[in-house]
């Protein structure tokens, strides 16, 4: 359902939150419907209507849970020089065989989709030629790809996290997330920056 809803063009937040609200609407209103059809004592009653009412939410929580950094845009400004390229707006700091890394371009995707004037490139510390080019295979041309040497300053901005976001704008790093912390309202922040 979300991914129906970002395709009709909600925000990443929206398209997350109001299935949530849609499925609780959906059980009070069958338990509103049922309520006076239910030939049982009141007690009996209660417990069936209450049942009614939290069951659509719970099959649907079992399915697609909500995690804690879902609605998180927990990203930190970067008060450090780096020596990254500028000439994009989203840089993935990621490693070769990270398998979160190799996961975060499912979402570089749908930012991209979001967003088609946003550039995204993935560094791939300490990465060899051939991680490079696996990464733009698996990319589809959503974003470029290239490796790059760790350094201290970087390791200090990403906190030793990888895959780590970088927002870049207007030629300099405004804002850096990790995994755990880019979620939804973070890609709607990097799909409004860029313009």
């Known amino acids: 359902m979300e991914e129906l809803l970002n395709y009709i063009g909600l925000s990443f937040t929206a398209s997350k939150f109001l299935p949530y609200f849609l499925i609780v609407f959906l059980g009070l209103f069958f338990s509103k419907l049922l309520y006076r059809h239910i030939s049982a004592s009141k007690i009996i009653r209660n417990i069936f209507i209450t049942l009614i009412t939290i069951l659509p939410f719970g099959i649907y929580f079992a399915i697609n849970p909500i995690f804690q950094g879902d609605f998180s845009n927990e990203g930190v400004l970067i008060k450090k020089k780096l020596e990254l390229p ?4 989203l840089l993935i700091i990621a490693l070769a065989d990270c398998p979160y890394c190799i996961q975060s371009q499912e979402t570089v995707k749908l930012i991209h989709q979001k967003n088609t ?6 560094l791939i510390v300490n990465g060899t030629k051939q991680d490079s080019i696996r990464y733009a295979r698996m ?3 959503f974003a470029s790809c290239r490796t790059i040497k760790n350094s201290v300053p970087l390791i200090q901005t990403i906190q030793g996290s990888f ?6 704008q207007n030629s300099t790093f ?4 990790n995994n755990n912390t880019f979620s939804v309202r973070a890609w709607d922040e990097v799909v409004s920056c860029i313009e």
């Open 174 to 177: 405004k804002k850096v997330w």
């Open 117 to 122: 004037k946003i550039k995204a490139e993935y």
């Open 139 to 141: 990319l589809n041309g």
């Open 163 to 168: 895959p780590s976001f970088i927002l870049v």
């Open 86 to 89: 500028k000439n994009n707006d």
